[in-house]
């Protein structure tokens, strides 16, 4: 597939060097993204650090289960 990069307002084509780059630069943000795609996911679920240090002064052990649970549903790859 030919791509194109915008050059003072002209579509110029890019050079074979370009798209190679381009492509190195496509391939490593998309193996960025899936490393890290189970972040998002348990910071949500994890709650405020406030509530998780109240919860661990009230009982660490219900915290532990609960902290490894959202570990096994959201696992790094």
């Known amino acids: 597939m030919?791509?194109?990069k915008n050059l003072n307002g002209i579509n110029v084509q890019l050079t074979e060097a370009e798209e190679?780059?381009?492509d190195a630069d496509?391939?490593?943000?998309?193996?960025?993204q899936q490393a890290?795609?189970?972040?998002?996911?348990?910071?949500n679920e994890y709650g405020e650090?406030?509530?998780?240090?109240d919860e661990i002064f009230k009982d660490i052990?219900?915290?532990?289960v609960r902290i490894q649970t959202?570990?096994?549903k959201y696992p790094k790859e």
Not at 26 to 32: G, H, K, V
């Open 2 to 4: 030919t791509r194109f």
């Open 20 to 22: 190679t780059q381009r």
């Open 26 to 32: 496509e391939a490593n943000a998309l193996a960025e």
């Open 36 to 43: 890290n795609a189970h972040k998002a996911p348990r910071r």
């Open 49 to 53: 650090i406030g509530d998780q240090l």
């Open 61 to 64: 052990d219900a915290w532990k």
């Open 70 to 72: 959202i570990k096994d």
